[in-house]
């Protein structure tokens, strides 16, 4: 943490020294990390991209990181009740399966529809009562369905099954990486990939989800946890157009 600091001290002063006009930004050398680096910070892996920016030979490192849009309190709260209560009773797995059949029968239009103040409390845990009945649900996800409908919070159930996902992988010491690409990678490239993230993570059993996305143009995106790194072609032209800005200014 205290090389953070001492980074963060540093580039506040450049940061100043440039705002104050204290120095030229033309004398400021910009040289952007396209390559993606992988550190391991506090037992967690840590996906980061970075500018390398030095005056007077002198080198100062922003790190950039692209964080996810966070799971709310509630819906963590949910999820993690659900784990406790499932793993007392040693039903995790079939919890997990339960809630997998749900997500694939779930939409949330269906969930704002028995929001409606027309619906009843006790209506709408009747219908979802029956929806789970008819799918064979055990009864502790039945109950737990059934709560989340009279507290009005179905609409929440995509973030609890993320949360919930995601702590069945820490149970089982899971590590869930989601490879995102323009084209299908070959095998070759997953596995190198793989290979370079469990020498981070020696203990743990790497998941690999693979993700088409024609929009990022080329090159691929690596999610682990809230954590992104961007090596795709749009990112790269964009940091070429900022290099290109600051040489302008």
């Known amino acids: 943490?205290?090389?953070?600091?001492?980074?963060?001290?540093?580039?506040?002063?450049?940061?100043?020294?440039?705002?104050?006009?204290?120095?030229?930004?033309?004398?400021v050398t910009i040289k952007s990390q396209i390559k993606p680096?992988?550190?391991?910070?506090?037992?967690?892996?840590t996906l980061d991209f970075y500018f390398s920016i030095s005056y007077n030979k002198r080198?100062?490192?922003?790190?950039?990181?692209?964080?996810?849009?966070?799971?709310?309190?509630?819906?963590?709260?949910?999820?993690?009740?659900?784990f406790c209560v499932a793993k007392s009773h040693n039903n995790v797995d079939k919890i997990s399966a339960e809630l997998e059949i749900f997500r694939k029968n779930f939409n949330e239009q269906f969930a704002n529809e028995l929001k409606n103040p027309a619906i009843s409390k006790d209506?709408?845990?009747?219908?979802i009562t029956q929806i789970g009945k008819k799918l064979n649900f055990s009864e502790i996800f039945l109950n737990f369905l059934a709560n989340m409908s009279k507290n009005r919070r179905l609409g929440l159930f995509g973030d609890v099954y993320k949360e919930?996902?995601?702590l069945l992988r820490i149970e089982k010491n899971i590590l869930e990486i989601e490879l995102i690409s323009s084209a299908k990678l070959d095998e070759s490239t997953i596995e190198d990939i793989k290979k370079i993230i469990a020498k981070q993570n020696p203990n743990k059993s790497i998941e690999v989800i693979e993700t088409l996305k024609s929009d990022i143009l080329g090159g691929l995106q690596i999610k682990i946890g809230s954590n992104l790194i961007?090596?795709?072609?749009?990112?790269?032209?964009?940091?070429?157009?900022?290099?290109?800005v600051a040489i302008a200014a």
Request: aromatic share 10%; glycine share 0%.
């Open 230 to 244: 961007d090596a795709s072609l749009r990112n790269k032209l964009s940091l070429i157009e900022k290099e290109l």
């Open 164 to 166: 919930f996902s995601r």
């Open 123 to 127: 209506d709408s845990v009747k219908i």
């Open 37 to 45: 680096k992988i550190i391991n910070l506090s037992k967690e892996i």
């Open 59 to 82: 080198q100062y490192y922003t790190l950039f990181f692209k964080k996810m849009t966070q799971i709310s309190a509630i819906a963590k709260n949910y999820a993690k009740a659900l």
């Open 1 to 27: 943490m205290q090389h953070f600091s001492s980074l963060n001290s540093k580039l506040y002063n450049l940061n100043t020294a440039l705002c104050n006009r204290e120095l030229n930004p033309r004398s």
